[in-house]
């Protein structure tokens, strides 16, 4: 039986097109949250709308808006598994693995060409702090 790639059965036309569909990294036991130096959550009474925290300040009830990635790390990780040590696929991209330079590249608007596009590594990252803040949720306490 042949096998099926859902992902030429599902249109991706809007801006879901520019999330990660996957991943793969040549490191043992790596997540992109082990990049992040500071997670930027949700604070309408700052001046910014946001404030800075570590990961073990996170509460599961914070908005998490972004992530500071720490790019020293990512230098001294490259020095060792090169430039594509994490490649993730766009959802739209037929399954070609972008490294986090060509996702930015591909993720930025032409009308503002000077402004950067999204950072794979952070999409990533927000993705994994809200399923590990997610599954240590306490559902029903007796």
């Avoid at 598994?81 to 591909?106: I, M, P, Q, S, T």
């Avoid at 060409?113 to 306490?141: M, N």
Wanted: overall charge negative; aromatic content about 8%.
């Amino acid at each position: 039986m042949a096998e099926i790639d859902w992902n030429e059965c599902l249109p991706f036309e809007g801006e879901e097109k520019d999330l990660p569909a996957g991943e793969q990294t040549k490191i043992p036991n790596f997540r992109a949250i082990d990049l992040v130096k500071r997670w930027e959550i949700l604070d309408i009474e700052s001046d910014e709308g946001y404030k800075l925290v570590k990961r073990e300040e996170l509460k599961s009830t914070d908005i998490i808006i972004g992530a500071q990635i720490n790019e020293k790390a990512v230098i001294a990780v490259m020095k060792t598994y090169g430039k594509r040590f994490f490649v993730a696929a766009r959802a739209n991209a037929k399954g070609r693995l972008l490294d986090r330079w060509e996702w930015e590249e591909l993720t930025r608007d032409p009308a503002q060409p000077d402004k950067p596009g999204q950072d794979v590594l952070e999409l990533q990252a927000l993705k994994q702090i809200r399923q590990l803040l997610k599954s240590s949720k306490t559902i029903f306490e007796i």
